[in-house]
T-cell receptor, first 112, second 112 residues
Framework: DVKVTQSSRYLVKRTGEKVFLECVQD?????MFWYRQDPGLGLRLIYF???????EKGDIPEGYSVSREKKERFSLILESASTNQTSMYLC???????????FGPGTRLTVT | GDSVTQMEGPVTLSEEAFLTINCTYT??????LFWYVQYPGEGLQLLLK?????DKGSNKGFEATYRKETTSFHLEKGSVQVSDSAVYFC???????????FGTGTLLAVQP
């Protein structure tokens, strides 16, 4: 079974802090994705990556950056956390060329 | 651009009732269609998929048929259980980027 893990299930940070969310997958997938999930808005794509050191902006990249130094790991960075970034963050991975994505359990981030 | 529209929730049913969650899409070309399920406190899991017109995806008693003429992919189950209580997302995969486009999700609550 594909396993996607995220570094924390719950995280509380203060406004202005730099926040790192880590995602690791164990199936050698080329594609990795970061989404945020908010009530009534569904899933919105923040960034995605096709390969190591490759990244592309999704629909809502403002206030976020990403890093992919190794194939299995995709990090989401909030350079200066703000309260409007309080949300559920979901990571996913997929085989290159296929649409089927496998999701991690999510990180619920609260910025106070 | 491509989009997915699914029925607003919450949907509240009694155990053993029949379930339909409507999903329609707008897309160019021939997208793949998916239903994902999110149980409380967890990430998304793939429930079923269909990759071409008239395909029927099925899993765990749930079914959905890819209807190109009505651009729909409605989710159905003949007899729901309390354990089916979750949020259900319809998603579309198309184009060269391997991204998924998600609907806003439908919360299903099944009462005993």
């Amino acid at each position: 079974d594909v396993k996607v893990t995220q570094s924390s299930r719950y995280l509380v940070k203060r406004t202005g802090e730099k926040v790192f969310l880590e995602c690791v997958q164990d199936m050698d997938h080329e594609n990795m994705f970061w989404y945020r999930q908010d009530p009534g808005l569904g899933l919105r794509l923040i960034y995605f990556s096709y390969d190591v050191k490759m990244k592309e902006k999704g629909d809502i990249p403002e206030g976020y950056s990403v890093s992919r130094e190794k194939k299995e790991r995709f990090s989401l960075i909030l350079e200066s956390a703000s309260t409007n970034q309080t949300s559920m963050y979901l990571c996913a991975s997929a085989v290159f060329g296929l649409y089927e994505q496998y999701f991690g359990p999510g990180t619920r981030l609260t910025v106070t | 651009g491509d989009s997915v529209t699914q029925m607003e929730g919450p949907v509240t049913l009694s155990e053993e009732a029949f379930l339909t969650i409507n999903c329609t899409y707008t897309a160019t070309g021939y997208p793949s269609l998916f239903w994902y399920v999110q149980y409380p406190g967890e990430g998304l899991q793939l429930l079923l998929k269909a990759t071409k017109a008239d395909d029927k995806g099925s899993n765990k008693g749930f079914e959905a048929t890819y209807r190109k003429e009505t651009t729909s992919f409605h989710l159905e189950k003949g007899s729901v259980q309390v354990s089916d209580s979750a949020v259900y997302f319809c998603a579309l995969g198309g184009g060269a980027t391997n991204k998924l486009i998600f609907g806003t999700g439908t919360l299903l609550a099944v009462q005993p």
